[in-house]
């Protein structure tokens, strides 16, 4: 057969020259683990598998932030720093995706409404979306401003994908989904901030589009009271997917690796 040239991203690819398009688009080799989450055991196939971490921004979780200039206390959206610091090089290891969800709006604001606005600044005089942080001067949730850059703890390799978001949910009015279904991931990871808030709304959305969701506990918090956590976690497990912890995915990872040698 004449030499064939790839085009898109497997497994969603085709293969051809001047002659043949092979639109069959052969599987990823499988990868598959068997995960203890809250309610069941998972068996579930990383190959088909994406972690989506969710505004883990400086305006959510750094103490120069906009959530920290209205007065709230951000140290417990700082808490899954640690765990997505060991978590997340053991799925890259693995080539699992790492996808970066952040509220990255344009300067303008030309496609955010006056209710996503208020939100922000609700008496229209505070410091909301696109305004300047008295502190730094970095404009609010703002592409390519500090304030909505990934806390610096958290490092972001060449290879992840980032996609930014304009409202509570990481797939409306985004790419996400095409990026998925183009990267041919079924199985979603949850984590970032706020958990009751954007977390959970994307992980709704991702429900309603088909994919499986997996919140992952120790990598998620937020700044809510203690009801809302709770709220969020009856209704992951009882509505939505599974909830499990990074220790067990690794712990899942190196049991599949130890079976394979």
Request: net charge negative.
């Amino acid at each position: 057969m004449n030499h064939l040239t790839t085009l898109g991203i497997p497994p969603n690819a085709w293969a051809v020259n001047e002659a043949i398009a092979d639109i069959t688009r052969p599987p990823l080799d499988t990868k598959i683990i068997t995960l203890l989450t809250q309610t069941k055991t998972l068996r579930l196939d990383l190959a088909k598998s994406a972690i989506l971490v969710i505004d883990m921004q400086n305006d959510f979780c750094h103490p120069d932030g906009w959530l920290a200039h209205i007065g709230v206390d951000v140290t417990p959206a700082r808490s899954p720093i640690s765990p997505l610091k060991s978590l997340l090089p053991v799925l890259r290891q693995i080539d699992v995706p790492v996808l970066w969800i952040n509220w990255g709006n344009r300067a303008d604001l030309v496609n955010i409404s006056a209710g996503s606005r208020h939100v922000y600044n609700p008496t229209g005089t505070g410091v909301g979306l696109g305004d300047p942080l008295p502190t730094n001067g970095a404009k609010v949730l703002t592409a390519g401003s500090w304030a909505a850059a990934v806390v610096d703890e958290l490092e972001q390799l060449p290879q992840d994908i980032r996609v930014d978001k304009y409202r509570m949910s990481g797939f409306w009015d985004t790419p996400l989904d095409s990026i998925l279904r183009n990267l041919g991931r079924t199985t979603l990871f949850f984590a970032g901030v706020n958990v009751d808030q954007c977390v959970m709304a994307t992980l709704q959305d991702a429900n309603f589009l088909g994919y499986d969701c997996v919140l992952v506990e120790d990598c998620t918090a937020t700044t809510s009271p203690e009801y809302c956590w709770l709220a969020t976690l009856y209704n992951v497990k009882q509505c939505f997917g599974f909830v499990t912890d990074s220790q067990a995915i690794v712990e899942a990872i190196k049991d599949t690796v130890t079976s394979d040698q």
